[in-house]
């Protein structure tokens, strides 16, 4: 049995977060390369992602390996790249994302095309392609991780007309159920991290204009700290997390526990 000093250690794991470059997977990128583990960010813009990860090696150690996750294609792509670099995948953090606001009346197939095609099949198909790579981490007594980026707004009713954005976040949750239940034999666990609100580039506009009003209205008071979420990650990926698998943990300062 291990000390309770290592409970919540990831030192020496090696993990791949999409959309690591900005928002969410930025602040869980960080996290991990502080707590020791070797990372991998991807994210869509090239240049962004080779800079996020030049400034987080001077933390640790965090390796960019650019993709556009909105087909199976690039989703192979960016499996085997990681695969040929790694003889096994410790932790895999599904975030990257797009959102889609619009009245009903506008809203048309390339906002639920985009925004599915990337939050939902993109989560499936990294998933499935790496499922040999986390397979060859896991133990019987140390899964290999896969947490996906959920969203209050999948649990509840937004406040903003982002009809493909909430649907495509309930199927998370829902995937994340599924794929726990598939994977658990393979010594491989899923969970999924629903955020409130955060200072990210997705909620850039929206806390600009009601920032205020929405801590406010928090239970506790705030908005959403890097730490936050990274430490709910950290939690997941450690030890401490081992025996949770199919969970959809809401990280959102009480908004959906106290509704």
């Known amino acids: 049995m291990s000390s309770s000093s290592d409970l919540f250690s990831i030192a020496g794991k090696t993990a791949l977060v999409t ?11 960080q996290g991990f390369v502080e707590a020791g583990a070797k990372v991998y ?11 996020v990860a030049a400034e987080l090696s001077e933390i640790g150690e965090c390796i960019s390996l650019p993709a556009d996750l909105s087909t199976e294609a690039a989703c192979r792509r960016l499996a085997e790249e990681l695969s040929g670099r790694e003889p096994q ?3 895999l953090v599904n975030n990257a994302g797009a959102t889609w606001g619009a009245p009903m009346a506008e809203f048309d197939d390339a906002a639920w095309d985009r925004v599915l095609d990337l939050n939902v099949k993109g989560v499936f198909h990294l998933t499935k392609f790496l499922v040999p790579a986390l ?4 133990t019987h007594d140390d899964p290999a991780r896969v947490i996906n980026i959920g969203s209050v707004d999948g649990i509840h009713v937004p406040g903003l007309e982002t009809y493909s954005y ?7 949750h829902q995937l994340t159920h599924v794929l726990a239940k598939q994977l658990s ?6 969970n999924a991290i629903a955020p409130g609100p955060f200072e990210s580039k997705m909620m850039a506009a929206t ?15 705030r908005i959403g700290r ?21 969970t959809v943990i809401p990280v959102d300062g009480g908004i959906v526990g106290t509704r």
């Open 135 to 138: 397979e060859a981490a896991g």
């Open 207 to 221: 806390l600009e204009a009601a920032g205020d009003m929405i801590a406010k209205q928090n239970p506790l008071g």
């Open 185 to 190: 034999r393979k010594h491989i666990t899923v």
């Open 19 to 29: 959309g690591g470059s900005r928002g969410i997977g930025q602040m869980i990128a």
């Open 89 to 91: 995948l410790d932790i």
């Open 226 to 246: 890097p730490d936050d979420v990274a430490g709910t990650a950290i939690f997941l990926s450690s030890r401490a997390g081992s025996y949770l698998t199919g």
């Open 166 to 172: 909430s649907a495509s976040k309930a199927a998370v």
């Open 41 to 51: 960010i991807s994210s869509r813009k090239a240049d962004v992602c080779d800079q």
